[in-house]
């Protein structure tokens, strides 16, 4: 497996309370993904990374941002977490964008009471 | 919003049965790729197919691309409890982006 380490792996928090979600990578990949995944959706874009400080949304950024400061880490944060974000969050690498495979992490378990 | 759609949702087969799931598009797609989660894991790249009417193959997968780009298929020949997951196709949003999921086709397997 690509190296991509997702932090916390599961995580129980409160309605109102600020959550960041971690992704290390070790493959100096370009891009990176943050998708969630619930039943009956698939796998939706939340946003994503192709650089350094480079950052675009993608279908349901509402209620999230996202910050790179260095290749390795992309951080997924939500300002005031609710309970619709109740979702599995997967992280994604790629080396050149979307013509190029992607892999993912292990997924990070998120439940907002 | 999701510009593929994925047919069937859910597919149970005994196996040995074959099984093929569709993805369709409203609109001609650059590129498309294939993945593959197990149950309670993350998506794995399958394939990816980026050629008119291109077909692949990978031991009892066969993955189509149609001719005007719009859809693609996999079908699995005499399946095995070890196919047992959901498959996802992605299409590629632009060049360079990011990949948008159709909602996966999710297969159980009976022996």
């Known amino acids: 497996d690509a190296g991509i380490t997702q932090s916390p792996r599961h995580k129980v928090t409160e309605t109102g309370t600020p959550v960041t979600l971690r992704c290390h990578q070790t493959e100096n990949h370009r891009y990176m993904y943050w998708y969630r995944q619930d039943p009956g959706h698939g796998l939706r874009l939340i946003h994503y990374?192709?650089?350094?400080?480079?950052?675009d949304k993608g279908e349901v950024s509402d209620g999230y941002s996202v910050s790179r400061s260095k290749t390795e880490d992309f951080l997924l944060t939500l300002e005031s977490a609710t309970s619709s974000q109740t979702s599995v969050y997967f992280c994604?690498?790629?080396?050149?964008?979307?013509?190029?495979?992607?892999?993912f992490g292990q997924g990070t378990r998120l439940t907002v009471v | 919003g999701q510009q593929v759609m994925q047919i069937p949702q859910y597919q149970h087969v005994q196996e040995g049965e074959d099984f093929t799931t569709y993805c369709n598009s409203s609109?001609?797609?650059?590129?498309i790729q294939w993945y593959k989660q197990r149950p309670g894991g993350h998506p794995v790249f399958l394939i990816q197919?980026?050629?008119?009417?291109e077909v692949k193959k990978q031991k009892r997968l066969t993955f189509q691309f149609g001719e005007a780009k719009k859809n693609s298929s996999l079908h699995i020949t005499a399946t095995q409890t070890t196919d047992v997951g959901t498959y996802f196709c992605?299409?590629?949003?632009?060049?360079?982006?990011?990949?948008?999921f159709g909602k996966g086709t999710t297969l159980s397997v009976s022996s």
């Open positions: 609109t001609t797609l650059s590129t």
């Open positions: 992605a299409e590629v949003l632009q060049a360079g982006t990011a990949l948008i």
């Open positions: 197919l980026v050629k008119s009417g």
């Open positions: 994604a690498i790629s080396e050149s964008g979307s013509d190029t495979e992607a892999f």
């Open positions: 990374s192709y650089g350094v400080k480079d950052t």
